[in-house]
Nanobody
Framework: QVQLVESGGGLVQPGGSLRLSCAASGIIFSINDMGWYRQAPGKQRESVATIISGGNTYYADSVKGRFTISRDNAKNTVYLQMNSLKPEDTAVYYC????????WGQGIQVTVSS
């Protein structure tokens, strides 16, 4: 059974930082492309950052220079370091694993507000 469990979300002030983690089980983690997506109220889910199995990374224009995605294959975990957070980063963040099929975490709330 595949499980992706996100942690690290919460409430942070504008300009602050958070680090999201996603622990995976039930998949061969090292061969999966891993990604973070987000969905704000009334908006479609969008890709935030992706790290493929070979280690290359890709970012949405809106987060380039502020967010960093990384993975630890020994721990079956992917991370999203979020710096210089803005109110428009407020959303539910989802972890995704992709290798032929997509698997999703349950989502975690990130709220950026003063």
């Amino acid at each position: 059974q595949v499980q992706l469990v996100e942690s690290g979300g919460g409430l942070v002030q504008p300009g602050g930082s958070l680090r999201l983690s996603c622990a995976a089980s039930g998949i061969i983690f090292s061969i999966n492309d891993m990604g973070w997506y987000r969905q704000a109220p009334g908006k479609q889910r969008e890709s935030v950052a992706t790290i493929i199995s070979g280690g290359n990374t890709y970012y949405a224009d809106s987060v380039k220079g502020r967010f960093t995605i990384s993975r630890d294959n020994a721990k079956n975990t992917v991370y999203l370091q979020m710096n210089s957070l803005k109110p428009e980063d407020t959303a539910v963040y989802y972890c995704n694993a992709h290798y032929y099929y997509d698997h999703w975490g349950q989502g975690i709330q990130v709220t950026v507000s003063s």
